[in-house]
């Protein structure tokens, strides 16, 4: 079972960035889709952003396209989740979560492995 941990959420104003990292305390990351999702007070869990195992295919929800950036480096066994021009609405904890497999499929029940979570206030 892996173990994830994410970093670098806060207080940002709107139009600001962030940028989350994602990694591993236990195993490797290089043979399984990673995915971003949050989840607001009183909302359900949403999928925001997914990478593949080599990077190559990636999912953006429509709210984040454009603004968000996701991104892996298998070697330092990280997932990066770039965050520009971020609203209010983003306002939510982020969590990280392994796939049980290498392709994505951006509903909680493909992801077997889910980190603590790491809170993200837009806020003037």
């Known amino acids: 079972q892996l173990r994830l941990v994410e970093s670098g959420g806060g207080l940002v104003q709107p139009g600001g960035s962030l940028r989350l990292s994602c990694t591993t305390s236990?195993?490797?990351?290089?043979?399984?889709?990673i995915g971003w999702f949050r989840q607001a007070p009183g909302k359900e869990r949403e999928g925001v952003s997914c990478?593949?195992?080599?990077?190559?295919?990636?999912f953006y929800a429509d709210s984040v396209k454009g603004r968000f950036t996701i991104s892996r480096n298998n070697a330092k066994n990280t997932v990066y989740l770039q965050m520009n021009s971020l609203k209010p609405e983003d306002t939510a904890v982020y969590y990280c979560?392994?796939?049980?497999?290498?392709?994505?499929?951006?509903?909680?029940?493909?992801?077997?492995?889910w980190g603590q979570g790491t809170q993200v206030t837009v806020s003037s």
């Open positions: 236990g195993g490797t990351l290089d043979s399984r889709a």
């Open positions: 979560a392994a796939g049980v497999q290498a392709m994505c499929v951006i509903i909680p029940s493909n992801f077997a492995s």
């Open positions: 990478i593949s195992n080599t990077g190559y295919d990636t």
